[in-house]
């Protein structure tokens, strides 16, 4: 059978200052109707540029340069290479017959217009249907995408819907004139891993029922295993695997796709097993820096709670009270790792910032050990504060903002000790040993933010964090903005520094694998509670409450062996009151912590919990 | 490219594979002033403009060496001259630069001098040559100028006004008052938005509020009549220098609403950066988080802002002495300059009198240019 869409010797280049860049080199690919091919690599490797120039959306500065696309529905194949990007074959062929979405659902619909206007449109201008037509069958193609309720849909407004249901609304916008064709680009890329299992389910039965290829690109190798039919990789610009999906997964041709494979943390790995960077960071720790940690525990959070006030939407009304974290308790042995695991509006990352001090706790204490016992954070004053901001350092999730622009590297490094009044003489040795320390060449402080890559500018921001020789790092989703190939670089760096300076790390992530592969403990939380907590090895042996085995459930696992469990996949994992007993929260309830095994807790229901006494 | 058939379908590119080549962080050391810089240069109108009005600049310090007489000097049988051509050839000779010279004639019907130039006798013209006096740098007496009329004759390239004085040496004069009051006025308006608009975006809550309202209040006022009330509260008895900084002033005060609020706005911006709270959370203090990250990265959108706004203040300056409340003579601006063009029928039988328009709008035109230029370098993503 012929393919859909066959690229043939595709190449793209970008005009600038220094003449043409070209940015993909003779592609070749195929994609068979209804089929899936998913088209993998890391930033920069030409994968968006590839849709782009399949849908002739290219940035003004890009043309195509040699090569076809040939996109065969019907007898006569089109070459949408030749056509005029905004002619009227190329835009008729454009939502009608090749459909695309996108990364981030918020900022693809118009906040202006109501779901069933926006998604009617495309029906209206393309097959002239009348408005009444046009509603009956958005309603039919958002109960199709699995819109709870899709009459009221068609009235809302997507700033009222969660970040599922708009990427939901966004297919249903793509596919409600039946294309042939579906290219989505990291379409779930910004969503939570449950959200995002869902979406996956939901293309692929979409797929088996309308029977319309997909072009998916995305860099996780894990959505690969679970939806794709075929793979292509992509590396610079240049294709170097591709093919059926079982092949190429189970015995991958090419170093790269090789080490990539190795380089993903995964749930099966052996104890101690280490994951292997596709470039590893050659890090010199120099041997007197390192702590003795302390006996017991290095932090402690008792009971902490925080409320936002939202201001109300309208006039008169009573301003809005948001309980984002009650009643969280954490504890921290010094020179060990806690995970904590939640997804988006969990909390996760406001009680960071509780720890961090850069917020204040409604209720509750935040103790640190600085040497001289456990102390309240929040009460420390002057000189004691001062120390503290010294003793606990942040690791910011984006590499690119937590950078000042207009700093050199040196200054960047040199901020917190001048801020910390060490010696300048001092401070230039240290810079260059902190440089050594995370496998960077010294000889690059001079240079400014905007000449190193990602993962380098992530291993700058953490020989900031190790300036002054703290003893706790917040590591605030360490690596969730950086490629998958270098993930990897960045997680052994920060286990070996944590070995070599005997740090104590508290790591937030939505990322399990990551969790898992880093911390010693973990803690689950949800709706701004913690909902489970055990050693790591213990939860995910036997991980009890249903949230936590939703968000295992959930993971997109790269190996073939663990397929994702589409079925089970429903979206009520993180709504308390849908929790099976005993575990089922009424609104507002708080439930109580229940020890299961030594060091693994959970929490219940009150009405269980005394049913239990 | 070789290609590797690992299983129906399975292609692989067997060329070679350096997993650290092409690795970015051996990129370019330059600074982001000098990515600045580069970005301002690709702006081709932007350098122009910058040029050109460097070269503007430049010739404030030397005006009376530049223009041909003094801006007071009067020739009192050529009132109302038409412009004087320049000519090189003479009966197809080479002479050099030089023009025919004016004879008058009242013209008893309609009472109007007619000039006609005498084709006959061409006069070269002198250059660094002894002409009216002038302090230097008003400092030492001198004499000297570029250029000057021919021995016994006249150089009116624009032509005169109504008391017989040379256009061309008034609008070089003018350029003087016109471009310092546009930079003076930008300072103190400058100042005033750095401060307030600073105020109000580091320190947020109440003060936000409060500059905020100020703001809204000097923003509603209607601006001409307020030009005109402020101007006319100048006392009559000041001198001409004086009015002149009272002027430059009230443009001042009048115009920093807009730059408080764009540094406001990109304070706002600035503070919620992850670099900014990183710094606040090593125990920087407020006065540090401002000198060192604040100011320098939003030093560059404010001197685009700055820029856009110096036309306003020239405008504003010409429209003013336009209406004639603006500086009095004997101070010399286009805009009083232009005072001069307001009667219609003068302007229909002396037309020239309309060239200081051309000033004027080439260089706002040029500052505008200017601006976009700095904008867009400081900010590509816009």
């Known amino acids: 059978m012929s393919p859909l869409l066959s690229i043939r010797d595709l190449s793209v280049a970008f005009r600038t200052d220094t003449g043409r860049a070209e940015v993909l080199h003779g592609l070749s690919l195929d994609v068979g109707a209804g089929r899936t091919l998913a088209l993998v690599g890391e930033s920069g490797s030409g994968k968006s540029v590839t849709a782009q120039a399949v849908l002739r959306i290219l940035p003004p500065a890009a043309e195509i340069t040699t090569g076809r696309i040939l996109f065969a529905e019907g007898a006569q194949p089109t070459d949408i290479a030749a056509l005029i990007p905004d002619g009227a074959v190329m835009s008729a062929l454009r939502g009608q017959r090749i459909a695309m979405i996108f990364q981030e659902p918020m900022t693809s619909l118009s906040p202006l217009h109501t779901i069933g206007d926006q998604i009617g449109e495309a029906l209206r201008v393309h097959t002239g249907a009348s408005r009444r037509q046009a509603d009956a069958e958005t309603r039919e193609a958002l109960a199709r995408v699995g819109f709870p309720d899709p009459a009221r849909a068609l009235t809302t407004y997507p700033f009222e819907l969660s970040g599922g249901l708009r990427q939901r609304a966004m297919i249903a916008m793509a596919l409600i004139l039946k294309p042939a064709l579906l290219v989505a680009d990291e379409p779930t890329t910004a969503l939570d891993v449950t959200t995002q299992a869902q979406i996956l389910a939901l293309l692929r039965r979409l797929q088996d029922e309308t029977g319309m290829a997909m072009l998916l690109i995305t860099h996780d190798l894990g959505i690969v295993a679970n939806i794709a039919h075929d793979v292509a990789v992509l590396y610079r610009g240049r294709l170097v695997e591709s093919g059926p999906r079982d092949t190429v997964l189970r015995r991958p041709g090419h170093p790269y796709l090789r080490a990539l494979m190795r380089a993903v943390p995964r749930f099966d790995m052996a104890p101690g097993e280490r994951l292997a960077p596709i470039r590893a960071a050659r890090a010199e720790i120099p041997p007197m820096d390192r702590h003795a940690a302390p006996a017991g525990d290095i932090l402690r959070v008792e009971g902490v709670g925080k409320s936002f006030v939202l201001r109300a939407g309208r006039l008169f009304a009573k301003p809005r009270i948001v309980r984002a974290v009650s009643d969280v308790s954490l504890r921290l042995a010094g020179g060990r790792t806690l995970g904590l695991v939640g997804e988006s509006g969990s909390g996760k990352t406001t009680v960071s910032k509780m720890v961090m001090r850069a917020l204040a706790p409604d209720s509750g204490r935040v103790l640190f050990d600085a040497g001289a016992g456990l102390a309240d954070v929040h009460d420390l004053e002057g000189a004691r504060l001062f120390a503290y901001r010294g003793l606990v350092q942040l690791v910011f999730q984006d590499p690119y903002a937590s950078l000042d622009p207009r700093m050199s590297v040196r200054q960047i490094l040199g901020e917190p000790m001048e801020i910390h009044g060490v010696e300048p003489r001092l401070r230039s040795r240290r810079a260059r040993d902190l440089m050594a320390m995370v496998g960077l060449d010294p000889a690059a402080l001079a240079r400014y933010p905007h000449a190193f890559s990602g993962g380098q500018r992530q291993r700058i921001c953490i020989a900031r964090a190790l300036a002054l020789n703290p003893r706790l790092l917040v590591l605030d989703e360490p690596v969730s903005a950086l490629d998958v190939s270098v993930q990897a670089q960045i997680l052994n760096l920060l286990k070996d520094l944590q070995a070599a300076l005997g740090l104590s790390y508290l790591i937030v992530s939505h990322n399990l694998a990551v969790v898992d592969y880093m911390a010693d403990d973990i803690s689950v939380m949800c709706r701004g509670r913690i909902v489970e907590e055990a050693p790591r090895a213990a939860l995910f042996r036997n991980p009890a409450h249903p949230y936590t085995r939703a968000l295992l459930a959930a993971v997109p696992d790269p190996s073939l062996d663990h397929p994702l469990d589409f079925a089970a996949v429903t979206g009520e994992a993180s709504d308390p009151d849908r929790w099976p007993e005993p575990f089922r929260l009424a609104p507002d309830e708080a439930g109580t912590m229940r020890a299961i095994e030594p060091g693994h807790r959970i929490r219940v229901g009150a009405a269980h919990a005394r049913e239990a006494a | ?382």
Not at chain 2, 88 to 109: M, N, S, T, W
Not at chain 2, 309 to 320: D, K, N, Q, S, V
């Open chain 2, 1 to 382: 490219m070789m290609e590797r058939v690992g299983g129906p379908g399975h292609f692989v590119d067997t060329g070679p594979f350096d997993p650290d080549a092409g690795d970015p962080g051996r990129g370019e050391a330059a600074s982001a002033w000098r990515l600045f810089l580069r970005r301002f240069l690709r702006h081709r109108l932007a350098v122009a403009s910058a040029l050109v009005l460097a070269a503007l600049y430049a010739s404030v310090p030397f005006v009376e060496w530049l223009a041909p007489y003094g801006q007071a000097r009067r020739n009192g049988d050529f009132i109302h001259a038409p412009p004087q051509g320049l000519h090189l050839f003479h009966d197809g000779r080479f002479v050099g630069p030089f023009v025919y010279p004016y004879r008058a004639e009242l013209d008893l019907q309609t009472f109007r001098r007619d000039y006609r130039s005498d084709r006959s006798r061409p006069q070269p013209l002198r250059f660094l040559c002894r002409g009216d006096g002038y302090p230097f740098l008003g400092l030492f007496p001198a004499d000297r100028h570029l250029v000057c009329p021919p021995e016994g004759g006249t150089l009116f390239l624009l032509g005169t006004d109504r008391l017989g004085r040379d256009l061309l040496s008034r609008l070089v004069y003018g350029a003087r008052v016109s471009l310092i009051i546009g930079l003076v006025g930008v300072s103190i308006s400058f100042a005033l938005g750095l401060i307030l608009g600073g105020i109000a975006g580091y320190f947020g809550g109440a003060a936000d509020a409060a500059v905020q309202r100020l703001i809204e209040i000097v923003r509603s006022l209607p601006e001409l009549p307020l030009w005109l009330a402020l101007s006319a509260a100048l006392p009559p008895t000041w001198s001409p220098l004086w009015v002149f900084f009272g002027i430059t002033i009230i443009l001042g005060l009048l115009d920093w609403p807009g730059l408080a609020r764009a540094v406001r706005a990109k304070l706002l911006a600035l503070r919620e950066e992850d670099f900014v709270q990183a710094a606040e959370l090593m125990g920087a203090t407020p006065a540090r988080v401002i000198a060192r990250h604040l100011i320098p990265n939003f030093m560059s959108h404010l001197i685009a802002s700055a820029t856009l706004a110096i036309p306003t203040m020239i405008l504003g300056e010409t429209a003013l002495s336009f209406l004639g409340l603006g500086l009095r003579p004997p101070v010399t601006s286009w805009g009083v300059l232009l005072n001069e063009a307001q009667n219609l029928a003068a302007v229909q039988l002396y037309p020239w009198l309309l060239w200081p328009v051309v000033p004027v709008l080439v260089t706002v035109l040029a500052f505008n240019f200017l601006g976009d230029g700095l904008r867009d370098a400081a900010d590509p993503y816009q």
